[in-house]
């Protein structure tokens, strides 16, 4: 009975005790300061910025925010040498990590949980931080893509001429064939077809040197503010699915909905006025336009990468309805592309 009571005396003690530095601990998370054990890529170790770093993650969140894949990512970092806080090769595990931690937006961390602003610098705002990581969890960006993104360059580029509509691909049943369409059914075109028409029209654009010099210029000058104009546009797209979202659950009631989301399409008409009177120089700050690496380029890049390239130099691309008898077939008028 003895041995009992003091053990259970002894249990107690060694609980409180870990009570007691479990509040302390939280206490010293709560104060805000940058109490790192060891220093996290983008910052030192007091919590100043390491700007080449911070940089460096700011055009990762880009990329992300414009729809490539933490794989991309890492493929150009570990190309251009870039090298984790501890000097090892990054890994899509550590960079997904790095990306969805709330640290690069000035937030505090405690066991999992955010518990408010830190007191050292951030990287990127907290809104696109917020953005960034909700479109990592989304489960088409986990799975390697919604219906018919995974390897179609023109998803989320390329419109109908009929509804102006965005495609996606397809497969007819019984068939490996995969087809672009759009939601109403205007169009249907091989997609192996209509992406070697589209290749073939960026080669030649790509070979215009003086198509690669005012891009150039363009990126030299509009870089900033191109990239923060793709990242509000990101955000207000991620803003206008939370309305729906909230309006599904009952969150908000259909006037709401409707009143929030016109303010967001006004605003998404507004940035895209604004992207279209800049050009998208800035999206070519990473390609080799030089025409003898043209084609090598493009067989080397991942579909994000060709979607990027595609939204920076052309105006659009736009698929044709085949037509009716004679014109049912496949001819080079059916894919148009638009260069800037």
């Known amino acids: ?69 933490v794989s991309t990512i890492v ?19 550590a960079m997904g990590k790095l990306l969805r931690d709330p640290r690069n937006a000035g937030l505090l961390r405690y066991q999992g949980e955010v518990l408010g602003a830190g007191s050292w610098e951030p990287i990127l705002p907290e809104d696109q931080w917020r953005v960034a990581v909700a479109r990592m969890e989304r489960p088409e960006f986990k799975s390697g893509g919604a219906r018919g993104t995974s390897g179609a360059w023109l998803v989320k580029v390329a419109t109908c001429a009929e509804c102006e509509g965005r495609v996606f691909t397809v497969k007819r049943s019984g068939s490996e064939v995969r087809n672009y369409t759009c939601q109403r059914g205007c169009i249907f075109l091989p997609q192996e077809w209509v992406e070697g028409r589209v290749y073939l029209a960026l080669a030649e654009i790509l070979h215009n040197p003086e198509n690669a010099r005012h891009w150039r210029l363009q990126a030299e000058h509009d ?82 990468e060709v979607r990027e390239l595609l939204r920076a130099v052309t105006q659009r691309v736009v698929l044709h309805r085949r037509g009716k008898g004679s014109r049912a077939g496949l001819r080079p008028e059916l894919v148009e592309v638009v260069a800037r």
């Open 1 to 69: 009975m003895v041995a009992r009571i003091l053990a259970a005396v002894a249990r107690g003690e060694v609980e409180r005790k870990a009570a007691r530095q479990s509040f302390a601990e939280r206490k010293r998370a709560e104060s805000g300061k940058a109490r790192w054990s060891r220093r996290p890529f983008g910052y030192e170790k007091g919590g100043v910025l390491r700007e080449v770093e911070a940089e460096r993650l700011r055009w990762a969140y880009r990329q992300i925010l414009g729809g490539a894949r």
């Open 75 to 93: 493929r150009a970092f570990n190309e251009d040498e870039v090298k984790t806080a501890t000097g090892s090769a990054w890994t899509t595990q």
């Open 223 to 304: 870089s900033e503010d191109s990239a923060a104009l793709r990242a509000e546009l990101a955000v207000l797209d991620e803003r206008q699915r939370t309305l729906a979202d909230d309006y599904a659950t009952g969150l908000l009631t259909r006037a709401q909905m409707l009143s929030g989301t016109d303010r967001v399409r006004a605003r998404m008409t507004e940035v895209g006025e604004e992207l279209d009177q800049l050009g998208a120089g800035a999206g070519l700050d990473r390609l080799n336009l030089d025409p003898e690496y043209v084609a090598q380029e493009l067989e080397a890049m991942q579909p994000d």
